[in-house]
């Protein structure tokens, strides 16, 4: 009897701790930063092309108007009430979101952190578009060549004070900037990833420095902005644009010359990476652990470190020579 009742016990506590049942359709959402910006919206295509390829699974995709901790915390409480399955986020701040995305986990939400990151207690895993320094070196590197042999001034234009992966970014820029010396690094300023604060800063900082050489914009929405005003502005050749943008956005831009050379990974493919990846690890196909790999699906797998982070692919540089293909695709 006594058995029985254990056994009976066990039962339940595995039902309860189970992933759903394997005929369930699983719910994921994508929480970006902010709604209305093209990188989201090519990395929410991804996620719809891996619900096909996986099979019975519902994107949910869903971001604030503005781009803040805020904003995400509200939607979070809400997705937990609707019993979604699980979530992958890109953090407006890798420490706010912490304590509901906690509950969350506790009430059986599976949550990864995709693109900008959660802190570790936040989340299973964490899915970097790319290796961090890699990204900050890519962006000096840029703005080296484009001060083509002189040294000169630098600024960086970045998304919000509190995005993970800008911070990280700049951070690296910062420490290794002495890797190239024709880069002088001057200030950092914030567009909160909306297209007329972007714009407004980038004036701020070339009417503040006429020496200004190069803008850095390591986000999509501050590079296209940034080389819109000076475009506007008739400083093409004067004051010149780089950093992390996408190629639709950007196409005009390098055929002015603002901006001639800018990278990125792909973004489509970061969608469909955090998509599978949140998909596994909620149906309980795959755990994430330190120096362990998790599936992308056709994109091959991710390596984990410590922090249980790992990076997608390296990134990818457009200018004249390719930007007519890439602007079709993202
Ligand atoms: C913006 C966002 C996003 C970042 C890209 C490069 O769209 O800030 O988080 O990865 O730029």
Redesign the pocket.
């Known amino acids: 009897m006594k058995h029985l009742k254990y056994l009976a016990l066990g039962a339940t506590m595995a039902l309860a701790f189970a992933a759903q049942p394997a005929s369930a359709t699983t719910t994921i959402a994508l929480l970006v930063?902010n709604l209305g910006?093209g990188?989201?919206d090519a990395a929410d295509k991804g996620a719809e092309q891996a619900a096909k390829d996986l099979g019975d699974v519902k994107i949910i995709y869903t971001g604030p108007t503005h781009a803040t901790p805020e904003g995400q915390i509200d939607i979070i409480n809400q997705l937990v009430a609707q019993k979604v399955n699980a979530i992958a986020v890109?953090a407006n701040d890798a420490d706010a979101l912490v304590p509901a995305l906690k509950k969350a986990m506790e009430r059986g939400v599976t949550v990864i952190s995709f693109?900008?990151g959660v802190s570790k207690d936040g989340r299973q895993m964490n899915l970097l578009?790319s290796a961090t320094d890699l990204i900050g070196d890519q962006c000096l590197k840029m703005a080296s060549d484009l001060l083509n042999g002189q040294k000169g001034d630098v600024a960086i234009l970045s998304?919000t004070s509190t995005?993970t992966?800008?911070n990280a970014w700049i951070d690296v820029m910062k420490k290794d900037v002495g890797k190239f010396p024709n880069v002088n690094l001057t200030s950092v300023v914030y567009g909160d990833?909306k297209q007329d604060k972007s714009y407004t800063e980038a004036k701020g900082l070339i009417d503040s420095n006429p020496n200004l050489k190069v803008i850095i914009a390591?986000?999509?929405?501050g590079i296209a902005a940034a080389a819109q005003y000076v475009e506007d502005n008739k400083l093409v050749g004067k004051v010149l644009v780089t950093g992390?943008g996408l190629p639709s956005e950007m196409i005009n831009h390098v055929k002015s010359g603002a901006a001639p050379q800018f990278a990125?990974w792909n973004p489509i493919d970061l969608g469909y990476a955090a998509t599978t990846i949140a998909y596994n690890l909620a149906t309980g196909k795959e755990k994430a652990t330190a120096g362990g790999e998790l599936s992308m699906g056709k994109l091959g797998k991710v390596k984990l470190d410590d922090d249980l982070s790992g990076p997608m692919a390296p990134p990818f540089v457009f200018d004249a020579k390719n930007i007519d293909e890439f602007s079709k695709v993202y």
Do not use: G, R
């Not at 390591?218 to 929405?221: H, L």
């Open positions: 930063k910006n990188f989201f890109s693109d900008s578009a998304a995005a992966n800008q990833d390591p986000t999509t929405v992390l990125l």
